[in-house]
């Protein structure tokens, strides 16, 4: 069984900064993608970022690209989330997952199977 938790959300001014991250169990994280998703309120969860399972590629959405880095460690099972320059925009509970597979292709909701609780990112103007 696998299990996902992130950490790291708060509430922060525009412009500013937070890192999340997301914990893994299980002794297979090292052989999978993670992704990043988010969700505001009263829209539909989506995509963010996600990286490849040895942290060597990775893929951005258009709206966060240039100011979001994804990195991960596998040796402490977890991937991170780096948020610059953040936007009321930007407001959202923030998921990681992982993929069904190693790439870094994998956008849709569907390419992943395991989910975190979440954590709420709040940035106020």
């Known amino acids: 069984q696998v299990q996902l938790v992130e950490s790291g959300g708060g509430l922060v001014q525009a412009g500013g900064s937070l890192r999340l991250s997301c914990a893994a169990s299980?002794?297979?994280?090292?052989?999978?993608?993670m992704g990043w998703f988010r969700q505001a309120p009263g829209k539909e969860r989506e995509f963010v970022a996600t990286?490849?399972?040895?942290?060597?590629?990775?893929y951005y959405a258009d709206y966060v690209k240039g100011r979001f880095t994804s990195t991960r460690d596998n040796v402490k099972k977890t991937v991170y989330l780096q948020m610059n320059s953040l936007t009321p925009e930007d407001t959202a509970v923030y998921y990681c997952?992982?993929?069904?597979?190693?790439?870094?292709?994998?956008?849709?909701?569907?390419?992943?199977?395991?989910w975190g609780q979440g954590t709420q990112v709040t940035v106020s103007s």
């Open positions: 299980g002794r297979t994280f090292s052989s999978y993608a």
């Open positions: 997952a992982r993929a069904i597979g190693s790439g870094s292709y994998y956008r849709a909701l569907d390419a992943y199977d395991y």
């Open positions: 990286i490849s399972w040895s942290g060597g590629s990775t």
